[in-house]
């Protein structure tokens, strides 16, 4: 799974990078909450993460992805007068047997986060 937030660019021009910081924690907090312990968040750079889950069908990456941009969506992060509420765009895909290296389902990851944002973000998508 490869995660952006959206229009983050925008979060650190007006609020600064140390409230990019937060919002970035309260995502990573709020996907924690549903996630297994034996998946990995790793941040990938700046406001992309990439995720591991291992045996997660399609249907259930599905779900996975719908129950991330809900969590994530319903957060409301409080600065000053203001409130920050976060979306992300998501793109799944599979580690497949024709792979040669992790980055073969990573680049379909990407290509799915891409159409997620095609779409007009916040939302999930999987390439098989």
Do not use: C
């Amino acid at each position: 799974m490869v995660l952006d937030v959206d229009k983050f660019k925008i979060i650190n021009d007006t609020y600064g990078h140390n409230i990019g910081d937060v919002v970035l924690k309260e995502i990573v907090q709020a996907i924690s909450h549903i996630t297994r312990d034996s998946d990995k968040l790793i941040r990938w750079g700046g406001d992309e993460f990439v995720g591991i889950f291992y045996g997660l069908s399609e249907e259930n990456a599905i779900i996975l992805g719908e129950k991330i941009l809900f969590e994530v969506a319903n957060l409301k992060i409080s600065v000053g007068d203001n409130s920050i509420s976060p979306s992300v765009s998501i793109g799944f895909s599979y580690f497949n047997k024709n792979d040669q290296e992790y980055t073969d389902a990573l680049k379909r990851s990407d290509e799915a986060l891409y159409k997620s944002k095609v779409q007009g973000r916040n939302k999930a998508n999987i390439i098989v």
